[in-house]
């Protein structure tokens, strides 16, 4: 399942279900809310770029190709994941 903004409402759903079949779900704001309001799945994407932008190099546009664009977002993403895997655990936590 993905998460996407309310910007992107419209084709973008269906692409998704027969191009990828993956699910988007669209989160959007209510026409009631005033003021900054936490949306909900959006922080996960939030804390996603903040994590991206740690690395020095995904956090700028340094790269012309997309494919280099991947590579070191999948390469920042690595990183992270392997300095958690080899984090010492508390005892008691699985």
């Known amino acids: 399942m993905l998460w996407a903004d309310g910007g992107y409402t419209g084709s973008l759903v269906d692409w998704c279900r027969q191009k990828l079949a993956l699910t988007l779900q669209i989160v959007k704001r209510t026409d009631d809310m005033t003021g ?3 949306l909900p ?6 804390r996603t770029f903040a994590w991206l932008t ?5 956090a700028r546009d340094y790269e012309t190709l997309p494919a280099s664009s991947e590579a070191m977002i999948r390469w920042s993403m690595v990183t992270r994941m392997s300095r958690r895997l ?3 655990r508390a005892v008691g936590r699985r």
Do not use: G, Q, Y
């Not at 799945?41 to 939030?46: L, Q």
């Not at 740690?54 to 995904?58: G, T, V």
């Open 36 to 38: 900054f309001v936490v």
């Open 41 to 46: 799945r959006r922080w996960i994407v939030e």
């Open 54 to 58: 740690h690395s020095r190099r995904p």
């Open 86 to 88: 080899a984090r010492p």
